[in-house]
């Protein structure tokens, strides 16, 4: 079972790669630092608000929601600094 979970983990967070590959490249991202900015305010839109609602609406505990969205928000931003500098 946890090996079915790892794998289709791997799939959706490459996927969420690309799409963000995609993002970078449609904005005429340049530089590590650009790379981060523009993920982060993606991130912020598309991670942590919609993460906050389960904590509104569903009583996520919110260091859970701390934990978790941390985790997306810093791997996401090494992925578009690291897309920024492959430009």
């Known amino acids: 079972q946890s090996g079915k979970a790892m794998a289709a983990s791997f799939v ?4 969420a790669c690309a799409i963000l590959r995609k993002f970078l490249l449609i904005f005429g991202v ?15 839109g598309f991670i942590l608000i ?4 389960d904590v509104l609406f569903s009583g996520k505990p919110v260091k859970l929601f701390a ?10 931003l090494l992925v578009g600094a690291v897309f920024g500098g492959w430009a």
């Open 12 to 15: 959706l967070v490459f996927i």
């Open 30 to 44: 340049a530089t590590p630092l650009e790379g981060m900015q523009y993920t982060l305010w993606l991130a912020i």
């Open 50 to 53: 919609p993460q906050y609602n």
């Open 67 to 76: 934990i978790t969205t941390g985790y997306y928000m810093v791997s996401l």
